[in-house]
């Protein structure tokens, strides 16, 4: 069964970094993109990144220049490196993967099968 697994939130100051993790067991292909969205509760869910096994990403240009996602295959484990966080960026923020999904244009509009738990971003003063 394959099941992904958030860690690494929590609150910080405007300003401050973050790194979250996904750790992914059970799956079988060997090549997969990975991605990471957020919602905040009432608004719909944001696409924030994609990477796939070769290491091409995709990020929503809310996060451009500031997030930088990175994986570890060795280890099946997925990075987001969050820097100069804003309020704005708080929210609950999910891995989710889907064997057929492509990290291209689109990735983030497009059915994912297989979600983690969810881990809270906050950023406040």
């Known amino acids: 069964q394959l099941q992904l697994v958030e860690s690494g939130g929590g609150l910080v100051h405007p300003g401050e970094s973050l790194r979250l993790s996904c750790a992914v067991s059970?799956?079988?292909?060997?090549?997969?993109?990975i991605s990471w969205f957020r919602q905040v509760p009432g608004k719909e869910r944001e696409g924030v990144s994609c990477?796939?096994?070769?290491?091409?990403?995709y990020y929503s240009d809310s996060v451009q220049d500031r997030f930088i996602t990175s994986r570890d295959n060795a280890k099946n484990m997925v990075y987001l490196q969050m820097n100069s966080l804003k309020p704005e960026d708080t929210a609950v923020y999910y891995c989710?993967?889907?064997?057929?999904?492509?990290?291209?244009?689109?990735?983030?509009?497009?059915?994912?099968?297989?979600w983690g738990q969810g881990t809270q971003v906050t950023v406040s003063e």
């Open positions: 989710a993967v889907d064997p057929l999904v492509l990290c291209q244009e689109g990735w983030d509009r497009v059915p994912y099968n297989y």
């Open positions: 059970g799956i079988t292909e060997e090549y997969y993109t």
């Open positions: 990477i796939n096994t070769i290491g091409g990403q």
